[in-house]
């Protein structure tokens, strides 16, 4: 009989068999920046997680600091929508100001930008609009100056969530031409039209005003269709990889990891956070325990970075 239990005994040698530790760095936290000022708004089905105005920015971004988070993720809410999403890529827009104040007043939190459009046009898609179509290869240059311009203020990464056909190596160009070529591509490269998304969408106010998301990103019953979008975006030169949403797509991440040399992350979602932050309220889970298990599995299954809300909570957890 083999005794397994022998490495189970206590502490101290269950520490020391460890495969998977977590660490504050493998995580980036999500922020969700809104214009005006003196606003601090809670996202009601995300308890926790607020939209911050530029000027109520520091309380967040402190926080952030001091629990040596890997990075942030951001996501601006102008007030101006039209068709175009012009807010996307202009000069003075929401984001770019963001990206600005952070660079400069924390130079040292790596900043990484989520390139789409939807938060910015009013019809709420990820792209150009030709009555119910969604158009690919028009929507291309939007996301290129979108991609430019927030790097052009400060951004460190970007990363595109459109999943349009062919963004990768358009941004690469587009971030080439105008002399970025050491900014890094994190690319949504296997993301599925999922349902988990739904507080997300209250959160960034992007809910599509008609039709859904279905005709640009994945059926969730395809794993091997996964596996190609990852190629192809390698092939398009991104940097890392991502899978998401996390936790119902665990195989899809660990398939990408045996399958590709390539750093990958995966986006522990909305929904997910806040099925998790339900049964917590409800004191029907550990929420403290659950959260770190799920990210321990995200870990396991072969993620190098986890992009989830949980960071700030779980950092805290870790230390303590
Ligand atoms: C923008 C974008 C979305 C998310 C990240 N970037 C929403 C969507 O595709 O509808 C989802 C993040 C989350 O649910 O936490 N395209
Ligand atoms: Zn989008």
Redesign the pocket.
Same mark, same amino acid.
């Given at each position: 009989m083999y005794r397994f239990r022998r490495l189970r005994r206590d502490e101290r040698i269950r520490s020391l068999m460890q495969e998977t530790r977590l660490h504050p760095k493998d995580f980036i936290y999500?922020i969700f920046v809104i214009e005006g000022q003196n606003c601090k708004n809670p996202v009601e089905s995300m308890p926790g997680i607020f939209q911050y105005s530029i000027d109520r920015l520091d309380e967040i971004l402190e926080q952030v600091q001091a629990a040596d988070i890997g990075g942030i993720m951001l996501?601006g809410i102008p007030d101006h929508k039209d068709p175009e999403g012009s807010q996307a890529y202009a000069k003075d827009g929401v984001t770019q100001r963001a990206v600005r104040y952070i660079k400069q007043n924390y130079p040292q939190i790596y900043i990484v930008v989520?390139v789409?459009?939807?938060?910015y046009t009013s019809h709420g898609h990820?792209g150009m609009v030709c009555g119910e179509e969604i158009l690919n290869d028009e929507t291309l240059p939007y996301l290129v100056k979108m991609a430019v311009s927030l790097v052009e203020a400060g951004a460190d990464m970007a990363a595109p969530?459109?999943?349009m056909d062919g963004r990768v190596a358009a941004i690469r160009e587009g971030l080439d031409q105008a002399g970025f070529i050491q900014t890094p591509i994190m690319a949504?490269s296997a993301?599925f039209a !999922?349902a988990?998304?739904?507080?997300? #969408?209250d959160?960034?106010q !992007?809910?599509?005003g008609f039709g859904d #998301?279905k005709s640009y990103?994945m059926d969730c019953a395809n794993g091997q269709e996964a596996l190609r979008e990852i190629r192809a975006d390698i092939e398009e030169g991104a940097d890392i990889v991502m899978v998401?949403?996390a936790l119902a797509y665990l195989d899809v991440l660990k398939e990408a990891a045996m399958t590709f040399d390539m750093p990958l992350a995966v986006?522990?979602?909305?929904?997910?956070?806040a099925m998790v932050k339900a049964a917590a309220a409800k004191g029907w889970i550990d929420e403290r325990k659950i959260v770190l298990e799920n990210l321990t599995a995200m870990k396991r299954a072969g993620a190098r970075i986890i992009?989830t809300?949980h960071a700030l909570d779980a950092a805290r957890w870790m230390a303590d």
């Open positions: 999500p996501f989520d789409c459009l939807c938060e990820c969530s459109d999943m949504y993301k !999922s988990y998304y739904g507080p997300f #969408r959160a960034a !992007s809910a599509p #998301r990103q998401k949403p986006y522990n979602v909305s929904g997910e956070y992009i809300y």
